[in-house]
C-alpha cells in the first residue's frame, strides 16, 4: 500500500473530485462537508506495525444514509 503522506494526497485528490470541502486537523484527518453531510476523514495504521494503512470515514453531522452513498463512491476511488 502507500504511505501514509501519499494516501492522504490521494484522499485529498478523491475528495476534490467529488466536491467534498475540507478543513485540516492534522497531516493525517481532515473534516470533511458535502451538501448537508460533516464527517471526518483520517488515514490511520491497521496496527501497532504500522505496515498498512487505511483511510477511515466517519460520520458527525447528516444522513447515515446519504453518508453511506458516499462512502461507496469514495473508497473504492481511493487508489491505494
Request: glycine content about 6%.
Amino acid at each position: 500500500g502507500l504511505p501514509p503522506i501519499e494516501l492522504m494526497a490521494e484522499a485529498h485528490r478523491v475528495l476534490q473530485m467529488y466536491k467534498v470541502s475540507t478543513t485540516g486537523h492534522g497531516p493525517f484527518v481532515a473534516q470533511c462537508e458535502r451538501h448537508s453531510l460533516g464527517f471526518e476523514l483520517e488515514v490511520a495504521a491497521v496496527d501497532a506495525t504500522q505496515a498498512q494503512f487505511v483511510v477511515r470515514l466517519q460520520l458527525s453531522r447528516g444522513d447515515p444514509w446519504l453518508f453511506k452513498e458516499l462512502c461507496a463512491r469514495l473508497l473504492p476511488a481511493i487508489r491505494t
